[in-house]
């Protein structure tokens, strides 16, 4: 497939089809994190190469994830962060944004607008947004992730503050922008 490896490859690929057949959740947990750190290692790796490979071992984790619990289940939102973080790193990054968008969609669903998994969205999104020159819409996004980060770590946690000064550099970037356009 893509390893360069097609016995490994295969049984890869076995493991996978067997997964998806029984469609247990506890199955695909077990063998979804197996996956998920075999995609990081090769990310560590590095090389174009390796990225690719990851990507590949992402859509492997959708896969069984997707079998074991649903596309609508906060497992399948996190494997669409971890892949789109790939994306990102491949400098895929307006390929990246939509499938960022589709985790926050399904943990809006899954835990409401007011949960830290939702925060994390919110800012990976407004990173996505700022590396596309969306600075108004990137600001909008640190934003609403500050917003949730105050009220369920407060005002005063890390987490709060990168998202707040991540929106304040954002809001800066989208006037200068402005300024330029006028």
Same mark, same amino acid.
């Given at each position: ?5 097609? !016995?490994?490859?295969?049984? #890869? ?8 057949? #029984? $469609? ?30 990851? #990507? ?8 069984? +994830? ?13 494997? #669409? ?8 790193g491949?400098d895929?990054? *307006?390929?990246?944004?939509p ?6 969609? +399904? ?10 998994a ?6 990976? +999104? ?21 917003? +949730? ?16 000064q *991540?929106? $304040? ?9 402005? !300024?330029?356009?006028?």
């Amino acid at each position: 497939l893509r390893s360069g490896n097609p !016995a490994g490859d295969d049984v #890869l690929r076995h493991a996978v089809d067997q997964t998806v057949k #029984l $469609a247990s959740p506890q199955l695909a947990k077990k063998v979804s994190v197996k996956l998920s750190a075999l995609a990081t290692s090769y990310e560590n790796a590095g090389g174009e190469d390796n990225q690719v490979k990851a #990507l590949y071992v992402h859509s492997l984790v959708m896969e069984v +994830i997707e079998a074991g619990f649903s596309k609508e289940s906060a497992e399948f939102a996190t494997a #669409l962060g971890n892949m789109a973080t790939t994306m990102v790193g491949m400098d895929k990054v *307006r390929d990246a944004l939509p499938v960022f968008q589709s985790a926050l969609e +399904i943990d809006q669903r899954v835990y409401g607008d007011e949960d830290l998994a939702v925060a994390t969205d919110h800012f990976n +999104i407004g990173f996505v947004q700022s590396k596309l020159g969306l600075f108004q819409e990137a600001a909008d996004s640190f934003e609403a992730s500050a917003t +949730i980060r105050a009220a369920q770590l407060g005002e005063e946690s890390e987490e709060t503050a990168q998202a707040r000064q *991540r929106a $304040a550099k954002a809001h800066k970037s989208a006037g200068v922008a402005a !300024a330029a356009k006028s």
